[in-house]
T-cell receptor, first 113, second 120 residues
Framework: EPEVTQTPSHQVTQMGQEVILRCVPI?????FYWYRQILGQKVEFLVS????????KSEIFDDQFSVERPDGSNFTLKIRSTKLEDSAMYFC???????????FGSGTRLTVV | AQKITQTQPGMFVQEKEAVTLDCTYD???????LFWYKQPSSGEMIFLIY??????QNATEGRYSLNFQKARKSANLVISASQLGDSAMYFC?????????????????FGQGTELSVKP
């Protein structure tokens, strides 16, 4: 069964450093998303991406965050200068069409020290 | 305002018994979708079941069924014949505005989750 692949599974970074989280969505999907889940809390929407541009973003997704689809397969989330409070599980997801549910990747656990 | 409410932070169920996980939602949209996801301790998010607001039948997927009561704005998940492997966190989520502009994102709004423990 097709799956969304995220790398790395766990990343530790120093506060103030830039991190790039990588995702390979399912190949025929058109809609891409990033969510995050702070430990023990609910899953929160960050950003959605369609047709090579952001279609919606949350208030969490400030100027420190950016997304990119650098080629036909990868979808990346960049955090420019990490803060302690960015420590969370970050999920990538993709969807073939808006009205369907979508497939989540297995997540990247980001720890900022 | 809280859009998705899961009032049970934790639930216990005996193996082989059925369990209902509660979810209520708030939306003014006529068109929306409701989802349940399972998150085991390993952390991944596993899609379980989907109910569209216009679906007349309650959704079912194997041992999972969704008790959809539109007037009450509730979308409870029923797991029949619980198994030890069902122990996990369960999240209810909603996507508003299914009939929408083509390039809109269709984000999911999640509840706080219910931790289900299945006892042998």
């Amino acid at each position: 069964e097709p799956e969304v692949t995220q790398t790395p599974s766990h990343q530790v970074t120093q506060m103030g450093q830039e991190v790039i989280l990588r995702c390979v969505p399912i190949s025929n999907h058109l809609y891409f998303y990033w969510y995050r889940q702070i430990l023990g809390q609910k899953v929160e929407f960050l950003v959605s991406f369609y047709n090579n541009e952001i279609s919606e973003k949350s208030e969490i997704f400030d100027d420190q965050f950016s997304v990119e689809r650098p080629d036909g397969s990868n979808f990346t989330l960049k955090i420019r200068s990490t803060k302690l409070e960015d420590s969370a599980m970050y999920f990538c997801a993709s969807s073939e069409r808006q009205i369907y549910g979508y497939t989540f990747g297995s997540g990247t656990r980001l720890t900022v020290v | 305002a809280q859009k998705i409410t899961q009032t049970q932070p934790g639930m216990f169920v005996q193996e082989k018994e059925a369990v209902t996980l509660d979810c209520t939602y708030d939306t003014s949209d006529q068109s929306y979708g409701l989802f349940w996801y399972k998150q085991p301790s390993s952390g991944e998010m596993i899609f379980l079941i989907y109910q569209g607001s216009y679906d007349e039948q309650n959704a079912t997927e194997g041992r999972y069924s969704l008790n959809f009561q539109k007037a009450r704005k509730s979308a409870n998940l029923v797991i029949s014949a619980s198994q030890l492997g069902d122990s996990a966190m369960y999240f209810c989520a909603m996507r508003e505005g299914l009939i929408m502009i083509y390039n809109q994102g269709g984000k999911l709004i999640f509840g706080q989750g219910t931790e289900l423990s299945v006892k042998p």
